[in-house]
């Protein structure tokens, strides 16, 4: 089965449709949803039919316990503790793009990681922001451990800008020289922010995904870069959850054995089904 690790939390979407303005009220449209790049690929995962496991906390209230009992009911085995307030993240978009604030509440007051969760485990997803704070990240350092000793693959998210001011690009680096993951999956954004030039990989990653929106992704390993197209979507409703979508297509499908440019097209297929939906879902339910 997959692990994933990660923040659970409330995702706030803001439709602006005129500026804010400051010391005023502002109409918007909102949108309330789940959060956490760890919980949405295993809800992903689990409506595509896979086999998932999810280690994460929210706070102790009502809408970290509503979070962790949804991802439940979606056929997520959940390991799931509860500690003080639940994180938030509020995404506005409209006027002048999309921008973010982002609270990890509980999701990075992890203190301890039992061994067990990795019980049965084939494969583990874990995003960047698990190693950017502590004491999650140095909560993962047994479980890690473990990982290792079993030769369990890793899937390694990459860091968005909060996470990489706190983890650092060569910190990052060395991470994934350490890892050996199976692959890390960045977009091309995050690819450039690692420093790297536009084709090259991740020294100890086997592979190096590059996703670019709409553009065709990038599988790059030591000497060789392959290419895979993205068909085009045609009614798009909203993005949020799309790079987990991608994620969790992905790294199904390398659990299957596919090669890198299989799984990217399996990663497509899913993305394209949350590009059709609000928030991070297929809409379908196993
Ligand atoms: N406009 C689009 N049209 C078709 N497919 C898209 C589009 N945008 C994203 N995708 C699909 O989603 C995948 C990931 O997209 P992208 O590179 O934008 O990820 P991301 O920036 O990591 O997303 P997120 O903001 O969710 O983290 C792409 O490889 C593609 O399959
Ligand atoms: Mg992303």
Redesign the pocket.
Known sequence: MLLTIGDLVEEILIRLVSPPRRGADTLVRSARLRGG?GANVAALVAEGGGDVRFVGQTGDDTIGHVLADDLRQRGVSTRVTHLGGTGVTITTSGEGG?SRLVDRGASSRVTLIDDDVLDDVSHVFLPASVFAADPLASAMDSMLAITRERRLAITLG?P?TADLEEIGGPAFRELVSTLEPDAV??????HLALDCAPREPLAGARLTV??????P?LVLREGSGESVP????PS?RD????????IAGFVMSRMTGADGVAA?HA???V??R??GQLG?TTGRRS
């Open positions: 790049s999309r990459a968005g999956v960045l977009n091309r954004a995050e590059v996703t670019a929106g709409p553009r992704t993205v068909a085009p979507v798009i993005r949020t959850g799309v790079g987990d979508g991608f990217s990663g497509h297929r993305a394209a949350v590009l991070p």
